[in-house]
């Protein structure tokens, strides 16, 4: 750790600022060390250097360190500790003392310079790298103390960095600007890059049994240069990854003796690099099995290491041997044995006798007698009188053969089923119990007879719990607390248990320190003990005063809300680190880490220094991209994430599109009402014109959702909205005249209340490999001037991905969405209405027109049936193959239109897998095609459907 003060001590350096500060006190501070009475501190004074703005800051944070208070004895001891608590604090860089004496007292002064504070980290010039992985390399980050000497060394890492990245010379400078604010710093790191080394030719020489272009392919640094852009750089890390998967590869084909010497040449003038594979392949080993009836050729090449790690032959043969021993073993056969033989196959021999290595054919011939199975035909039990017979075999997984069962004899686990049945012994207090096994063929050896012989011993019981030294709790709350307890078996494993339970316990109360040690007493017949549990509690330690440095722009309320620590309380480990959680939890800090001041001393209080990083509070988000569901669209966000310094954000997004656009403004408040819920208020705008219906809407509205976080993974949600709706026709009337509801597409207001329940275990929001996702929601819509808007819309959606072997997964998707009218005839707006079809759920239909009518118009309906299963393979290099079938219905319509019916589809397409998510193209094929109805369609996307 980086010392921050420029005051470094030695042995001797201790002992001569201990003489400069007995010089700085002067004649009373010697006066104090002889004989009468100690002087009284009249007081402290804290004289702030080079910080008039802020002083008053700094003197409150030095005031609330500074163990030393107006009316203590003075000694030189507790002036050094209170020097040494200035300095551990890590806020200063100097500090000094000097003392002004009356008769019987002494006044302090304390001048101290602060170290300035990191307040941003401005970085130009770092693409194509993320900003993120330069700042990982510098060891300074956003709220720590300003050291100049730190700059050169941030070079040098930065520097080193973009080195690797195949940048030959690259020109960093690290900058320290002061923007204005007292003991603030801004520092600039400006990157010139320079040209990049591309790589040349790459030239592969001794591969006589496998292609050029087939190791190029499996070469990173080869493909790279198909790539535009500087992503055909040459990154050396990536060569050596390069030769260590075309060995990998060599390897599992059969070569084991592969050696591959992978070489670079430099051209700095041209900015080239040349790669250059040597290989020596050595002789190609097939294995051939003989023997072997109980498991197959590929399962038995899996234990032969030579084939997938780099290891000396004859070593490489030993372990395989001990593998396919252990599989065998745990399938029964207990006398298998096995030899690995590696000889030239004579067929493959060069004309003319040549012995010449590499060009020779070798077999791995391995050799198996498997010997008889042996398969369980007794379990007889002994000696047990305290446990039965039947709970005790119902601890094993060594058991006759039955249907869900094979009853083959496996060693290994017979001994972990003895162990099962000593643990259980043990639980109930016997603790000598000794279990003695012996195995026996009468009739032949595929038939075992097991008896296990129990000498249980005598079972001893807890007959009374001590404690000595108990401090802040009571005796009853020790017992509660404890397992081990009177009258229950004696468990010795249990008593370590307790011992840390009763540390946390007691430490919770403000004992950091304690020791517990638990001490076990015997009668002579081991039928009772006696427990005693000897606390040692160390000092008591409470919580001094509870300071933030490195919060910039996030006021120190916001903080202590989060962080809520008292002064006086008991020091508690556990609360510190749940509420320093808590504080890296918000979304407008990137780390928050806490500094006990005074606990490795043994201090009575303990002071924390809160030390915070804040995130940039300004952002600007923008994209533009075509989706089959959206056309040709562009978006952009702007806002604040710590509207000042208040932990509230602002922001105003807006998209513009083929289907419709889109403005927004909104706010959010993590803690409403001072509650851990979060709020969002906002105001909307927008136009709607999905592609292939034939009406229109515009919409305004203004809206509020209040959302919590129970526990992990449930989410619960209220919301409330109102919005000003206008739907139009995009399309003349289909019939004159039109017989269409006029009200239909008269402005109305409605007013919607919708809470929801969210379940989420995926392990990606942008990957999904494994878990469940699922939603409900429920729309309670009330018309204002119109009964159109009288209903409860439910949507329930599921989700659910399983990852079987490696690069597949499967995902299924289920939703169900339903329109319950009340006080109306029944009809709703089309606006209102579920629609299918399309990338969204039923991909191969268009979009909206899963069903339509006899003008090929989309129809909606008050219920909406979907579901969905995809496989997704990942082929490597980025790509990823999928296969799909979907299905769903519309139904509940207005009239008799189009069919009614389930309607499906299967297809697949491919997906290049980005940072930000997929991007694809998928085909969809109808199953039941109408007609005129086209086969199926393609679709683009950006992310997955699900």
């Known amino acids: 750790m980086r010392e921050k003060t420029d005051t470094r001590f030695t042995r001797w350096g201790k002992i001569f600022f201990l003489w400069v500060a007995i010089m700085m006190v002067g004649p009373g501070l010697c006066r104090a060390a002889g004989p009468g009475p100690a002087p009284l501190i009249a007081g402290t004074v804290f004289t702030i250097e080079n910080h008039p703005d802020d002083a008053a800051h700094w003197q409150r944070l030095a005031a609330n360190i500074w163990p030393l208070a107006a009316g203590d004895n003075f000694s030189v001891e507790k002036l050094s500790a209170a020097i040494r608590a200035l300095k551990q604090s890590g806020l200063f860089r100097h500090i000094d003392v000097s003392s002004r004496e009356t008769a019987n007292t002494i006044a302090l002064t304390v001048t101290l310079a602060p170290f300035d504070r990191i307040r941003d980290i401005r970085i130009r010039g770092e693409y194509p790298m993320f900003e993120e992985e330069v700042l990982r390399v510098m060891t300074i980050f956003v709220g720590d103390t300003y050291v100049p000497g730190d700059l050169p060394r941030q070079a040098e890492r930065i520097t080193a960095l973009f080195r690797q990245q195949g940048y030959p010379s690259p020109r ?144 490489a043969i030993r372990k395989s041997i001990r593998n396919i021993c252990k599989l065998y073993s745990h399938n029964g056969y207990l006398n298998a044995s096995v030899r690995i033989d590696p000889s030239v196959k004579p067929s493959d021999r060069p004309a003319g006798g040549s012995t010449d290595i590499e060009m020779q054919k070798r077999q791995l011939r391995v050799q198996i007698q498997e010997g008889p199975r042996s398969v369980i035909n007794t379990i007889r039990i002994t000696g ?9 075999k119902a601890q094993m997984l060594t058991r006759p053969p039955t249907f869900w069962h094979t009853g083959i004899l496996d060693p290994d686990v017979l001994s ?66 404890i397992k081990l307890s009177a009258g229950s078996p004696f468990r010795q494993y249990m008593v370590t248990s307790d011992e840390n339970t009763l540390s946390a316990l007691i430490s919770e109360n403000g004992y950091p320190h304690v020791h517990v040690t638990g001490e076990v007493h015997f009668s002579k017949d081991r039928q009772r003990v006696e427990i005693s549990y000897h606390v040692t509690p160390g ?140 709020a969002d208020i906002g105001v909307h705008t927008e136009r709607i014109e999905a592609f292939n219906q034939t009406f229109g809407t515009t919409l305004h509205g203004a809206n509020l959702k209040l959302s919590t976080h129970p526990r992990a993974p449930l989410s619960l949600g209220w919301g409330v909205r109102y919005e000003y709706r206008h739907q139009f026709r995009r399309a003349p009337c289909a019939t004159s005249p039109c017989d269409e509801d006029p009200d239909l597409f008269r402005p109305r207001s409605l007013l919607v209340t919708s809470p929801s329940m969210l379940y989420d275990t995926r392990d990606s929001f942008i990957y999904p490999h494994r878990g469940i996702f699922s939603a409900l929601t429920v729309d309670i819509s009330r018309g204002l001037q119109n009964s159109l808007d009288n209903f409860i819309k439910y949507r329930f959606d599921l989700r659910a991905f399983y990852t079987p072997v490696k690069r597949l997964t499967v995902a299924l998707r289920g939703q169900v969405g339903y329109i319950d009218t009340y006080g109306s005839t029944g009809q709703i707006p089309d606006d209102q209405l579920f629609f299918l079809g399309g990338i969204g759920n039923i991909r191969g239909f268009a979009e909206n027109r899963l069903r339509f009518d006899e003008n090929g118009d989309p129809v909606g309906g008050r219920q909406a049936v979907s579901a969905s299963l995809e496989t997704r393979f990942d082929m490597g290099l980025n790509f990823e193959l999928a296969l799909f079938f979907d299905t769903g219905q519309i139904s509940e319509t207005f009239g008799e239109k189009g069919r009614a019916s389930f309607r499906s589809s299967i297809g697949g397409g491919l997906r290049y897998l980005t940072p930000i998510g997929p991007i694809g193209l998928v085909y969809g094929y109808k199953l039941d095609p109408l007609d005129g109805e086209s086969r199926g369609r393609f679709h683009l996307s950006i992310g997955y459907a699900f």
Do not use: C
Not at 183 to 189: D, K, L, S
Not at 238 to 244: A, E, H, L, S, T
Not at 384 to 392: D, E, H, L, M
């Open 172 to 315: 960093v400078s690290v900058t320290a600007d002061k923007p204005g604010q007292p003991g603030q710093v801004i520092i600039r790191v400006d990157i010139d890059k320079g040209p990049y080394l591309s790589v040349g030719r790459v030239m592969i020489t001794g591969n006589r049994s496998i292609s050029d272009l087939r190791l190029l392919s499996k070469m990173k640094t080869w493909r790279n240069r198909l790539k535009i852009g500087s992503a055909g750089r040459f990154v050396a890390s990536d060569f050596k990854k390069d030769v260590q998967r075309l060995t990998a590869f060599y390897r599992k084909t059969g070569y084991i003796d592969i050696v591959i010497n992978g070489q670079v040449k430099t051209d700095l003038s041209a900015h080239q690099v040349d790669e250059r594979l040597t290989v020596s392949e050595g002789a190609r080993y097939t294995v051939i099995f003989d023997g072997n009836r109980a498991f197959s050729d590929r399962r038995l090449k899996k234990e032969l290491v030579m084939f997938t790690r780099k290891m000396e032959r004859d070593a």
């Open 384 to 392: 047990n009188r305290f446990i039965a017979t039947g709970k005790i």
């Open 539 to 678: 000092p008591r330690v409470r919580v001094g005063t509870v300071n933030f440095t490195g919060n910039f722009r996030t006021r120190e309320r916001v903080l202590r809300r989060e962080f809520s620590q008292k002064p006086n309380a008991p020091f508690s480990l556990k609360k510190i680190l749940q509420e320093t959680d808590a504080l890296q939890r918000m979304e407008i800090l990137d780390t928050a880490h806490v500094k006990p001041l005074g606990l490795k001393a043994r201090s009575g209080t303990v002071d924390l220094l809160v030390n915070v990083a804040e995130r940039k509070p300004y952002f600007f988000e923008a994209g533009s991209g075509y989706a089959t569901d959206k056309g040709i669209f562009a978006q952009a966000k702007i806002g604040d994430r710590n509207l000042f310094g208040l932990n509230k954000s602002v922001w105003v997004d807006g998209t513009i599109g083929q289907t419709g656009h889109r403005a927004a403004i909104g706010f959010t408040e993590p803690r409403f009402a001072g509650t851990r819920i979060l």
């Open 416 to 481: 972990e089923d003895i162990a099962a049945i000593r643990t259980l012994y043990l639980r109930e207090g016997f603790t000598d119990v000794r279990i003695e096994k012996t195995i026996d063929y009468p009739v032949s050896p595929a038939q075992a007879d097991i008896h296990l012989q129990v000498e249980e011993g005598v079972q001893t019981r807890v007959s009374a719990v001590r404690f000595t030294g108990l401090p802040g709790i009571g005796v009853e709350t020790a017992r509660n607390a």
